[in-house]
């Protein structure tokens, strides 16, 4: 008897499908080549950077004048025009000096009768003393005329200052500026009865070549500054001889440098911080008092300064850090603690050497210990100096 061996075709294929389909579950499981990330490096070395302070500041006239009286009368008229620039030695008001003449004129009558006396006096004392040689005359009364020269000396020394008072008060009708500055508003009306004292004010002139700039520092900033300097982190220029450079209200940087000519010595009680001053040529009188202005410090230097690119440093809960690459090519985390921006870098404190290579561009594809494939970055940091 013959057996039936034909089996159906499903059983027959069953053994090779469930084979493909196993081999093809374990492909899909097997771990997939991995590929270290590309990243941006840069090569960080240590360079001596200048260093710059900027403030706010505000401009002030070198030397603000009050043009007062000084003497008593009316006032004729007034000689310039407010609020343009007036010369030294320059009229600005006239006073009617006819009192002024008339008095000076009796004085110097005064004088000349005084002047008289002193002459006949004189001749009176030197015939006496010829008299007396003779006894045709007592002593005393050669002492009495010596007396009498004697009070006539005084009375002319007396009549001459009086003379000389007449003459500056005389000069003083006629009021010119002690300086070449910008007029102000004239206080007192032409007609006007003026007299010194404190309603004596005709009006100002305030000096503007040069000009100064007055701006402050805060306590904290100072204190920053010095703690470089202890730590030879910061080299200022001999005697403090910085160049300051100003910038106008609209960006425009002021032509000319200027120089620093005054620095408080204690802080301020009431804002805590310590003044400064800086003076600046103003031929063209670009610069008015009361100005805001921007005012840059230059010429200390930072040694051996460790800059990275601004976008290289990252936040993290402890801080900031940034990626290192080292000779394994693995990128290892490292915090570091940040100074100042520079341009557009960052000042690093600490954390940081001269040598390594720094991640600056492709971080978001990093992570701690990872291999990587670093590309050195071709362009240079904003510190760099030629």
Not at 1 to 21: E, G, W
Not at 289 to 313: T, W
């Amino acid at each position: 008897m013959k057996l039936n061996l034909h089996l159906p075709i499903s059983l027959t294929l069953f053994p090779c499908l469930l084979a493909l389909v196993l081999t093809a579950c374990q492909e899909q499981h097997a771990a997939p080549e991995f590929s270290p990330p590309e990243v941006t490096t840069q090569l960080i070395e240590a360079r001596t950077i200048p260093i710059e302070w900027e403030f706010v500041g505000q401009t002030e006239s070198s030397r603000l004048v009050e043009i007062r009286t000084r003497v008593e009368g009316v006032l004729d008229r007034r000689l310039y025009e407010e609020g343009t620039l007036v010369q030294k030695g320059q009229i600005l008001f006239q006073m009617d000096d006819r009192p002024f003449v008339a008095a000076l004129q009796g004085e110097k009558g005064t004088l000349a009768q005084q002047e008289a006396k002193q002459q006949n006096a004189q001749r009176n004392v030197a015939r006496l003393k010829n008299l007396i040689s003779q006894k045709a005359v007592s002593q005393k009364d050669v002492d009495d005329a010596v007396s009498e020269l004697a009070e006539a000396d005084a009375a002319v020394l007396t009549a001459r200052a009086s003379v000389t008072s007449a003459e500056l008060n005389l000069s003083y009708a006629t009021i010119k500026s002690p300086l070449t500055g910008l007029s102000g508003q004239a206080k007192k009306a032409d007609g006007s009865f003026i007299s010194p004292g404190q309603d004596g004010l005709l009006t100002t002139v305030t000096q503007t070549d040069p000009m100064w700039v007055k701006f402050s520092s805060s306590e904290t900033r100072l204190l920053k500054v010095n703690e470089a300097i202890m730590k030879k982190q910061l080299i200022m220029p001999e005697n403090s001889n910085f160049e300051v450079d100003l910038y106008l209200s609209d960006g425009s940087a002021y032509p000319l440098s200027g120089k620093m000519n005054f620095s408080e010595k204690q802080f301020s009680t009431e804002t805590g911080t310590r003044g400064f001053r800086a003076t600046f040529a103003n031929p063209d009188i670009m610069l008015v008092p009361g100005q805001f202005v921007r005012v840059k410090l230059k010429g200390a230097i930072r040694p051996n300064a460790i800059l990275v690119p601004q976008r290289a440093v990252l936040q993290g809960q402890q801080g900031k850090y940034l990626y290192v690459v080292g000779t394994d090519n693995k990128a290892e985390i490292r915090p570091v603690e940040m100074g100042d921006w520079y341009g557009d870098d960052w000042l690093i404190e600490s954390g940081l050497n001269s040598g390594e290579q720094v991640v600056v561009d492709g971080m978001g594809h990093v992570i701690p210990n990872m291999p990587v494939k670093p590309q050195q970055s071709a362009s240079k940091t904003s510190g760099d100096q030629p």
